[in-house]
């Protein structure tokens, strides 16, 4: 009994002064995650990787967008969307007081462009996502000016590009898309 | 995946099966070296089991149903015995089950651990297991509507609610008393663990003479989310979240499943790391249960001091995962963070740390004469129900059996950490608290023990394949005893089949003999004891059934009578 009290002293004080002084985190905590939009190229990975699915996306042809949308009220903080984004738009955060009065804050936005096939005119793809796919092919070596002149190509729509890409009936002579073997 | 012949570890078990039961085995399948797959004709079922479980050592860890219909026509159900008195390995019994008839012969009359998991197939899958002594609903509510078994590939979608069929509850409690009794019910929440189950607690005067419990009120339908709307690693996360205490546990049981069926190996490095997040998870189990026991026994300085301490163990998992919950670390083929030499530097000072504390606290906490008072002799778990239910973690090694998953079976990084499995013959409440007490630090050893072992390298594998419906058992020791996994790839990026068991699954079965004969103040302490998981009880019904009345107490007086044992609320 004696020993206990002891230790009853000696620690004094075990509660912390939170939330009337910060409460400091480890480094490397996994908090709310952190969307920079400008960043976000709406490629849709993190939605794929997302297991709880607070992360989602969903497109409107009609207007030609496609939009981002975190839910906090289902995030796990597992930070697997960190994890798989290719333009690091979001990361975990240190923060961790979510707490919302009304159950719509806990809801985060973003709203892109797509840009329209050139060939069949629907929207397809968000146009930064093409930008990105560009720039990634000159970073990798290509020519500039090279890309550049692709883009009508990296502006159809993948639907188009293999009807494109179907030999026309007319101009096909047997032999030249045949093998060996004989077979298509 | 081949393996050699000589490689396979409890091929005997095989060998002696074919020679003891000629022409009954008709197939074996090896997942990895130490497990096989064993499919027998399904009439010699309960006879194979029953051998394997009480004349070769083997403990049935867990049973389920699957529905392989559009595999070979036919339902499946496997029964996972765990081999553990001379060679260590696993074998599956399997057995074909007739999609017509829907029948196979009942385990349950011979060996008793099966009873949950028969009971769970026929609520599932609708096969019928003939000659199963207890055909009550174990998993499915009262009001779910007769023939619809959602576990069935055809049955239902994952979000469907079919209608509730009935308004009140129909499940019959069953009394084997042979006088008359006085019926307690102690729900619909559990005491300790703020999750709800009902127990019906038949007493004579004080004493319990029988019990009976109704769990499941919280069953989430996760093995049904798995297999239909998740991808492999998503369900990586989904298993974190099947306990909120060892979430990590069942992840590496989860991800060791799937990475057993593929074949692959996580590196090295991860396996170590995953080794020591379980002991870290371990830390802040026990010293829960330990303050808990603390509380429930009326030495509430002690539960607020071991809390106390406790909190370094999560300061310590926050550490290393960035979270206090070990949640979220594992995908299949390894983990996702390292530990880096900051980490490594702090974890050593916590570890250090709580070695000194934790130790005079337990000092303390035996010092005083309530907890010899209260736990000494209290809720015996006989070592015979002990061996017929296959029940894990404390719970058996308080009554003398040596099982511990980290030791009987190779898996994480335990190979390399070897320690002493702590057992204590009592039986009593007090030696699965005294088991706990020593495991806590056996954690910390083993924490330490990692560090300084933990190999180079990466610590995720990447880029395997996944080949349809291969299958493969997963484990991992929770600090309530072992998690067991089984996972069955399919074609479409998705289980086919996971079976998730949670350790309490399997300790709950014996808890009615563990009541018998003690006092309704002491069931609190008995299921807590269990370390149960599940949820907590608000309020406890009590059944007079000689007077035919029943009444409602409020959980804090029945946790107060179960503290101080003054003022009978039952008077």
Redesign the interface.
């Known amino acids: 009994m004696f020993?206990?009290l002891k230790?009853?002293i000696k620690?004094g004080e075990?509660t912390v002064r939170y939330p009337f002084a910060p409460l400091p985190?480890?480094p490397?905590?996994?908090g709310k995650p952190e969307y920079d939009p400008t960043q976000c190229i709406a490629c849709g990975a993190c939605t794929i990787?997302c297991?709880?699915n607070a992360l989602s996306m969903a497109t409107d042809v009609e207007q030609g967008t496609r939009t981002w949308e975190l839910f906090l009220g289902r995030c796990?903080?597992?930070?697997?969307c960190e994890?798989v984004c290719p333009t690091r738009a979001i990361a975990?955060s240190p923060e961790f007081e979510l707490a919302v009065g009304n159950k719509a804050d806990l809801y985060q936005r973003a709203t892109f462009t797509l840009t329209a096939c050139r060939s069949c005119q629907r929207p397809f793809a968000p146009s930064k996502e093409i930008d990105y796919a560009m720039a990634l092919l000159v970073h990798s070596g290509l020519e500039a000016d090279a890309v550049a002149e692709q883009r009508a190509h990296f502006e159809t729509c993948p639907e188009c590009k293999r009807h494109q890409s179907i030999p026309d009936s007319d101009k096909l002579t047997l032999g030249q898309t045949t093998t060996k073997g004989g077979a298509l | 995946m081949t393996l050699s012949t000589e490689t396979r570890i409890g091929r005997h078990y095989v060998e002696a099966l074919r020679e003891r039961f000629p022409s009954t085995v008709l197939e074996e399948e090896w997942q990895t070296d130490d497990q096989v797959t064993v499919t027998v004709k399904v009439n010699a079922l309960p006879e194979v089991v029953e051998w394997l479980y009480y004349q070769q050592g083997g403990w049935l860890s867990v049973l389920f149903g699957n529905d392989e219909r559009q595999l070979h026509g036919n339902y499946a159900v496997y029964y996972v015995l765990s081999m553990e008195e001379t060679v260590k390995s696993w074998v599956v019994v399997r057995a074909q089950v007739d999609a017509g008839t829907l029948e196979f012969p009942s385990v349950t009359p011979r060996v008793p651990a099966a009873v949950w998991g028969e009971r769970e197939i026929r609520d599932m899958y609708g096969l019928i297991p003939v000659g199963l002594p207890d055909e009550r609903r174990l998993v499915l509510p009262d009001d779910w509507p007769d023939g619809l078994y959602p576990l069935r590939k055809d049955a239902m979608d994952y979000r469907e609610r079919p209608a509730p069929t009935t308004a009140v509850e129909t499940y019959p409690f069953v009394n084997d008393a042979r006088g008359e009794t006085r019926d307690v019910g102690l729900g619909p929440l559990h005491i300790t663990s703020d999750e709800p189950g009902h127990f019906r607690l038949f007493v004579d005067g004080e004493t319990i003479v029988d019990a009976d419990y109704r769990l499941f009120y919280v069953h989430r339908g996760m093995e049904k989310l798995a297999e239909t709307r998740m991808g492999y690693d998503e369900v990586t996360f989904l298993s974190d979240r099947v306990c909120g205490i060892c979430g990590f546990t069942h992840s590496v049981a989860y991800t060791s499943s799937v990475e057993n069926a593929l074949g692959i190996k996580a590196p090295p490095r991860a396996q170590m790391i995953r080794s020591l997040f379980l002991e870290v998870e371990r830390l802040h189990s026990h010293l829960l249960n330990i303050g808990l026991a603390s509380h429930f026994v009326g030495f509430d300085t002690g539960f607020m001091q071991f809390f106390r301490v406790r909190e370094k163990s999560m300061t310590l998992a926050e550490l290393l995962t960035g979270a206090r919950k070990t949640y979220g670390m594992n995908l299949i083929g390894g983990v996702r963070r390292d530990i880096l030499k900051d980490q490594r530097i702090a974890t050593l000072k916590v570890v250090r740390e709580l070695r000194t504390e934790v130790a005079q606290l337990v000092e303390m906490l035996i010092e005083t004469p309530n907890l010899a008072q209260r736990t000494q002799g209290i809720g015996i778990l006989d070592r015979k129900v002990a061996r017929d239910f296959s029940p894990v973690g404390p719970l058996i090694r308080g009554s003398g059996f040596k099982r511990d998953i980290r030791a009987d079976h190779h898996y994480a990084g335990y190979a390399q950490l070897p320690f002493d499995v702590k057992v204590l013959d009592g039986g009593d409440v007090q030696s699965r608290v005294l088991v706990r007490v020593k495991e806590f630090f056996d954690s910390l050893d083993l924490i330490e023990r990692a560090l300084e072992l933990m190999p180079e390298g990466p610590i995720l594998l990447e880029g395997f394949d996944y080949t349809p419906h291969r299958f493969a058992l997963g484990f991992a020791e929770a600090p309530r005893g072992e998690d067991i996994h089984w996972s069955m790839t399919g074609d479409n990026q998705k289980l086919f089949r996971w079976r998730c068991r949670a350790p309490t699954y399997a300790n709950w079965p014996a808890l009615r003999y563990m009541l018998r004969g003690n006092t309704v103040s002491d069931a609190p302490l008995i299921v807590a004891s269990l370390d149960p998981c599940y949820s907590c009880t608000d309020r406890v019904t009590l059944v007079d059934v000689k007077k035919r009345k029943s009444s409602t107490i409020a959980y804090t007086e029945f946790e107060r009578y179960g503290r101080e044992r003054k003022h009978s609320p039952l008077k």
Do not use: D, M, N, Q
């Not at chain 1, 796990?76 to 697997?80: E, L």
């Open positions: 020993k206990l230790t009853v620690t075990a985190v480890s490397g905590f996994r990787a297991p709880a796990i903080f597992c930070a697997r994890e975990l």
